[in-house]
Every structure is written in C-alpha cells, then in structure tokens.
C-alpha cells in the first residue's frame, strides 16, 4: 500500500517479479479492493504465488514514527512485519513511512544480539568499477559511537557475502581524514573499530570519497548517509539534465544530441546503479529477519528491484550470516 | 604558511591581488625567510604594498585545535587574527588549519552579540542560473537549534547583501521534507525560524535540493554541510572523469573527443565555481570581523579567489550589516 503510488506501482511489481522466480510467492498485505482489480488480467499461473492478505489500515506516510506506531495494529505494515515474525514470511519489502517501518520492525522482530539499532543500508557503484556499501541511510538519525562500531561490522558482512569482497575495507565517513578531525563520538568509534579482530579498517574518509573507490564500506549516522546519497543523487540528476540540453546551445546540432545521448548511456551504464530506478531497495540489517525499504517515489521497475533484493538476502541468508560473525567478532575482541 | 602547500602558493597568490586591486594592502604573516625570497622577483611597485610581519611558529594543518589553541601564541595565525583585533588589518585570510582557525578567531575576535558561535559559509551555483548560500560548513560538527537559526539569519543577510537576493528564501538541511521528519533540534530550529520576522522560510530540504535551486540559503550543521559539500565535489570529479574518457570506448573517436571538451567546458562554465579553485574562500560569519578560510589544498588561482572574497566582504562591510540584522530581526521577533 505504501508509497507515493501504492497498489498500482506495487502490483505490478510483484507481478513482474513472480514471473522472474518461479519458486517466488507473494503475499499482498492491503485493501483487498485496491489489490485484487490490478491482478485481474494477470497470468493465472502467477495468479496461483499470489495471496493478498487484508489489513484495516496503512500507515501514512507523512505520520510521526511514534505516532504511526502507536495505531499501528491492523495496519499493511504492521501485518507483513508480523508475517515475518510468525515465520510466515522470509521477508518483508515496504515502500512506506521510513520511520514506522524501522521503528515497528526493531519493535517485532528486536535486533540481533550486541545490535542496538538496526541500520539502513545500500550500495553505491564507484569509480574503481566496484561498489561501496553505505549505512546507515537514515534508520537512525543519530548514531553513537557503539552503534556506528556495530554499523561496521555488519557492513562489512554485507560486502563480503552479497558483493564476494574478501576481508572488506572499512571506513568512517568524516569531515577530515586527520585521526582528530570530526565530532567525538566518530573519533570514539574509530578507536573502538581498531580494535576489532578481522575488521579491515582503513580509518577516516570524507563525503568526496563516496564514489572514489576507497573503501567497500563507508560507515556514518542515518543523517549523514541520507544528506551524502541525496546530493549525490541531485547532483548527478543536474548533470544529466545539463548534458541533455536544455540549454539554447546544443539545440541546434543533432549530431552532439547523438553523442550526448551516447555519454548520457555510457554514465548510467557505469553509474546505472545510482539511478533510483535500478538500485532502490535499501536493506535494514540488524533484524533477525529480512526487510526491505523501497524508494517512496519508486517507479514499478524500481520496486521489482526491490523485491528482488529481498530475494537474495533470502538466499544468502543475510541476518544469519551476520549474527554469526558479530559472536565470532566480539568473542575475539575487547570491546562489546 | 598554511595549507598543503604555503608559501611557494600564497604568496604568488598574495602578489596576483595585489596587481588586481590597486588599493590594496597585505600583511603577510609567517617565516620572513621562507616569504622574502617569493617576494624577490616581484615588481617594486607590488612589493610597496607588501608587509612582511614575522611569527614564531605555524599552527600544524592536523593539530587538534585545543591543543593548537593552547600553543599558539606567536604563531602566524594568531598574530593575523590580532592583527584584526588592534585595528590594522580589514581581514585574515588562512588555508591553515580550519578547527584552530575558528576557535582562535572566536577566542580573539568575539562572536557578533546574540551569535553563539560562528559559521562557516560558501556558495554553491544551481541548477536555475542563481546560487545557493550553504553554511554551516564544518566550523560547528554539531549545532542546536539556536545556532541554526542563527546560521539563517546570517546566512539571509550574505544572499541579500552580497548576491543582491530580496527576501531570500531559507531552508533547513533534513532528511526528510515532512515537518515531522528528521531530529529534534533540526525540527526545533524549524519552529523557532518560523517565528522570525523578515525571515523568508520555505521548510526542510534534502541534500538532493543542494543545486536544484529551490532555496537561496540552506542551513545544516558543519557535518551535514561539510558532506554535502565534498559529496557534490567527489561526484563532480567522477562524472568529469568518466566524461574525459579514461575508458577504453573513448580512445577511438577524435570527434567524440572534441565533443567531450565542449560539453565539459559547458558543464564548467555552469558549474565552474563548484571548481574549488574558483569558489575557494569560505567566510567565518558570526564575528565583528572578517575571516576567510582557504581550502588546504588551494592553488596558487584559488587562493587569490579566497583573498577577492575578503575584500568584497570588506568592501559590503559584511559584518556589521549581520550585527544590524540580528538587532532588527530579534527586536521585532520574540526569540532570542
């Protein structure tokens, strides 16, 4: 139900993503009359992997975290999370109140073990023709250094299991690459990591190296990642909308509109992924289940992509993977 | 003597203003001897307007500003923010070490009454053919509200007087655009901006806003600024990077190649000032007099750029027209 959209962006998305998987089933959890008109021309063999479960009410998405939570019961949200957690489910993808989710996720399914808090996290492509993993996107506005130490290793799991990176180079995101640059509690957490058994870190980065390639995880607060992945989205949508020409001057040749169209195909080829359309679908890591925040304006592609995501941190088995690594982590090290 | 390269870069900087600007005056505070030799080649007539003051030591680029703070007594940097104090200098401008430069300057200086502590400011071309006025950008890692709203105002005042904006429209920084969206003390500075008089408000914006031009001042604390900042700059570079073709596809087309140089050189002429060398200079806003902090890294070019910001600010007489501002706005308003 969620999104600026809602069912006729989310439905056709799950169908599109039940004919890519065949083993994939769906469950619908909304308004049974806003669902069930949009599968009606669907094919009546993915018909069969899709059940819509009813819910009373969808949190809005402009409501107050807290707010939403506390009416919460009966809601879209509230029930795909509760399918989760009755082991119904494997995972749950959501294009709805960041807030709520996170916040009634954390509430029903509690964090992993040594998580205080979970995070959101995605994968930005860099200019090294690899990726870099980045949390937290805006979970937890605010982080402190034990959180952001926690942020670390399970980026680092991440990046190691989803993207096959071997021993996974991590860093803080900084305002100065100096060991006593930034606020204290980032210089806090870069004294904790160091100490950390099996953890690559290589210290301090700055906003300019989101893309540089220099690290495979960039670890901040939720307020830092969502303002860096943000400009950086504004940014490129600036200069593809100044390379595209709205200008007078690349009006009057067609032969640069041609090349410009080949460049503009060449950046989203290499930077494809930092279109919203092909890398939505940030993961909240911590949980001991599978949850998946969709871009609120995401486009129908855009949210199969992340129901797909939803379906490799199923096969890979994601939550596991990282609880076993934090107990590995922390039973080796000195710091909890 | 600051920066990455001191000097052999500030003082053919200092050299270049001075042919510029006829009336102008420089006090150049370091080691006589690393500066006299830079002076040598110089026209007799420049050097007439040079004044070599010698310091004692060199604040280091990567001391912890306490620390800096507590030994600076001689150093270059302390003696050109005296300088400012005694009345024999209109401004001081530093590519040193930004946390000592800050701290110092409000130690010696004093913070403008009913300023907690000052900002660091810098403008940013957008997409609509204006600028957009970002502050803070890194002098304060954390601000609450008060210095938030603090920033707007000072922030007001640089887009009206400066730009030559009426009215200019203030955003905050958020990560989200709801009122309800983000933390406490950004949503509480929204409150208090809200009451002010004169103060044209237009809500929370996202990072992805830094260049659409949907403000004239966006306010955020130095972490948020600073990434903002250095996210635009990395992913500038890269998008120039991969435009220039180090890949192989671009090799083969000499006309692809030409093309490419165009369509950079537009982009640069847009965007030329996100080049650090052209919008080099950041203000220290907030204090009764001016200061203006280099990138570490400037150029020879750039630097010259940050020493035309100060005399423009000398010229507007910035400070004093913010002191004006916050009496008048704070009189007619009913917060302090």
Redesign the interface.
């Known amino acids: 139900m969620g999104g600026d959209f809602g069912p006729p962006v989310t439905v056709p998305a799950a169908l599109q993503a039940l004919a890519s998987h065949s083993q994939l089933e769906l469950l619908l959890v909304g308004y049974p009359d806003e669902i069930q008109p949009l599968l009606a021309r669907a094919d009546s063999l993915l018909r069969q992997r899709v059940h819509i479960i009813p819910a009373e009410s969808v949190v809005a998405s402009?409501?107050?975290?807290s707010v939403a939570m506390r009416h919460s019961h009966g809601s879209s949200m509230r029930i795909a999370l509760e399918l989760i957690k009755e082991g119904r489910a494997d995972a749950c993808i959501s294009a709805g109140n960041?807030?709520a989710l996170m916040g009634l996720a954390t509430l029903l399914l509690r964090p992993l073990e040594n998580i205080k808090r979970p995070a959101l996290v995605s994968v930005v492509p860099h200019?090294r023709q690899g990726q870099t993993v980045l949390l937290d996107l805006?979970a937890n506005?605010?982080a402190d250094s034990t959180m952001l130490v926690q942020f670390a290793m399970m980026g680092a799991v991440l990046a190691e299991e989803v993207m096959g990176i071997k021993n996974p180079r991590v860093a803080l995101?900084n305002?100065?690459q100096?060991a006593?640059?930034?606020?204290r509690h980032i210089r806090d957490a870069a004294g904790k990591i160091r100490l950390l058994d099996g953890l690559n870190y290589v210290g301090f980065l700055?906003?300019?190296?989101?893309?540089?390639g220099k690290t495979d995880v960039l670890v901040?607060d939720?307020?830092?990642g969502?303002?860096?992945?943000?400009?950086?989205?504004?940014?490129?949508?600036?200069?593809l909308?100044?390379?595209t020409g709205t200008?007078q001057?690349m009006k009057r040749s067609w032969w640069?509109h041609l090349?410009?169209r080949s460049?503009k195909g060449?950046?989203m080829k290499?930077?494809g992924e930092i279109d919203p359309d092909q890398y939505n679908g940030a993961s909240l890591l911590g949980l001991p289940g599978i949850v998946i925040k969709s871009h609120g304006a995401a486009s129908e592609r855009a949210f199969a992509v992340a129901i797909e995501h939803a379906i490799q941190a199923v096969i890979r088995n994601i939550p596991e993977k990282i609880s076993v690594r934090l107990d590995t982590v922390l039973a080796r090290s000195d710091i909890a």
Chains 1, 2 share one sequence.
Request: with cysteine; proline share 4%.
């Open positions: 402009d409501a107050i975290p960041t807030g200019i805006g506005a605010c995101l305002i100065g100096e006593s640059k930034g606020p700055e906003g300019s190296d989101l893309l540089s901040c939720g307020f830092a969502n303002v860096s992945l943000k400009t950086m989205e504004g940014v490129i949508k600036t200069f909308t100044l390379m200008g001057t640069r090349v410009v460049m060449r950046l290499r930077f």
